[in-house]
């Protein structure tokens, strides 16, 4: 996708997340009685104003990271005589906790709402089939093979590979085994299988799947050079895109898989290589750069990608389920608090050092992974906004200064105690708010660059 459609994605799925944000804040103020000045999406100059009957100022602004709600409060400013019953600061703390916890709380409403659309269209998913086990990997060890179907992670049923994932990411930082039920093939009864996944899932932004050696079954994918990195060792040394790799290491490369396999496996090693090339055989020698994974393991990288191309599954590796409109609800609502305590868990993981600060993400990344959720289809894109909604809820009610998690803390403080903290407490904490986020909005945009740059 171009940076432009990149942008205009990440607006499409950032702009309504805000925009549902800050009207929480909105609704809920104009229905205590607090006098609402500005409604903006955005901050910094004002693209479009506008004012409605309601004497609201409503703007969109050009930088589109956040937004505000504007409310009369004399703190911020002087409020005419006849406003000061509708000012924000005048009001009783349990309205102004109202007020300001209605934000998060109603991204969280709406990640429901969006997972429950999703969950109304039905789900077509592959089954949680292993494809391939890795060799000398925790998985291949423990004794997981091709064709076993795992259908619990530590007695949580998974019913596809989506809530494997999650299940496994929920471990990440610990020690320990991690306990797999899984049905090989032409069994009826399930056994289980034991994963040691101390240093695998651990500080790692790797799949955790592939951390510990296994991938869900895939369709055979022509092996057919769809993309080749600038620079990489396969631009330097000679393949092309549109080439068809039929022969490495003196194997016959039938798959995709069949090729990456080979290449994984010969890091700083010549791989003799043929290639069919607009009808000729061309023959090449190609010497992956070695890398390490995240558990250290020495793989080689070309630095190319596969062509698109249309595949089909076999009907025994796809599952579809309906669900009626009570039932999608109760789904989306067990899937959207799944999320928040996962999210909170890898919080607190990272912030005691079982997880890495690379696992941050910044805007750019949003961005990106909103382009290609929308190059996927709008379901893609409504999954991913309904994501972005619940990390958007539960971030903002952080009990860090600056954010509605911290106005919270004081206004809990101010209802035990009977009158607000000091101005000097507040400001204290207003500063050392600032130098958090600051902080880590810098790192997660290193992280971003860091990605995108190598």
């Known amino acids: 996708m171009s940076i432009l459609q990149i942008v205009l994605a990440a607006i499409i799925v950032l702009g309504p997340l805000i925009a549902i944000h800050e009207f929480g804040h909105f609704w809920v103020a104009r229905r205590l009685g607090v006098k609402v000045l500005t409604f903006s999406i955005g901050f910094g100059p004002a693209l479009a104003k506008w004012r409605g009957k309601d004497g609201v100022d409503y703007q969109i602004a050009a930088i589109p990271l956040g937004g505000y709600v504007r409310m009369a409060d004399e703190r911020e400013g002087e409020v005419p005589v006849e406003d000061l019953p509708k000012a924000f600061n005048r009001q009783p703390v349990f309205a102004r906790m109202a007020i300001v916890a209605a934000g998060p709380l109603i991204n969280l409403l709406f990640a429901v709402f969006l997972f429950w659309i999703l969950f109304l269209q039905g789900t077509e998913t592959l089954k949680t089939v292993v494809g391939t086990v890795k060799p000398n990997t925790p998985a291949a060890l423990a004794g997981l093979q091709v064709g076993d179907e795992i259908v619990a992670v530590d007695a949580q049923k998974t019913s596809d590979w989506e809530a494997v994932t999650y299940a496994l990411v929920d471990r990440i930082g610990e020690d320990g085994l991690v306990s797999l039920s899984v049905i090989s093939a032409n069994a009826t009864e399930a056994h289980l299988i034991k994963l040691p996944i101390s240093n695998y899932l651990n500080k790692s932004g790797q799949d955790p799947l592939s951390a510990l050696g296994f991938t869900p079954y895939q369709p055979p994918i022509k092996p057919i050079i769809g993309e080749i990195v600038s620079g990489g060792p396969a631009a330097q040394q000679g393949l092309q895109v549109g080439d068809t790799v039929v022969m490495a290491n003196n194997q016959a490369i039938n798959t995709w898989q069949d090729f990456v396999a080979v290449v994984r496996t010969h890091p700083e090693q010549a791989i003799a290589t043929q290639v069919q090339r607009q009808g000729k055989i061309v023959n090449l020698v190609l010497t992956p750069r070695m890398e390490r994974d995240q558990i250290g393991t020495k793989e080689g990288k070309l630095g190319i990608g596969v062509q ?129 986020m600051g902080s880590l909005m810098f790192l997660a945009i290193f992280n971003d660059l860091s990605r995108l740059f190598g």
Do not use: C
Request: glycine share 10%.
């Open 308 to 436: 698109r191309q249309p595949f089909d599954i076999p009907a025994q590796y796809i599952q579809k389920q309906n669900y009626n409109v009570i039932t999608a609800l109760v789904k989306a609502t067990e899937k959207t608090y799944n999320l928040i305590t996962m999210t909170i868990s890898s919080l607190g993981k990272m912030i005691i050092g079982l997880i890495g600060l690379d696992n941050l993400s910044g805007p750019i990344t949003i961005a990106k992974v909103a382009g290609h959720t929308a190059d996927l289809g709008w379901q893609a894109m409504i999954g991913f906004m309904a994501l972005l909604s619940v990390s958007l809820g539960v971030l903002n009610l952080l009990p860090i200064p600056v954010l509605d998690g911290g106005h919270l803390v004081y206004y809990t403080f101010e209802a035990i105690l009977g009158r607000p903290l000091s101005d000097s407490v507040q400001q204290v904490g207003l500063k050392i708010g600032i130098a958090v």
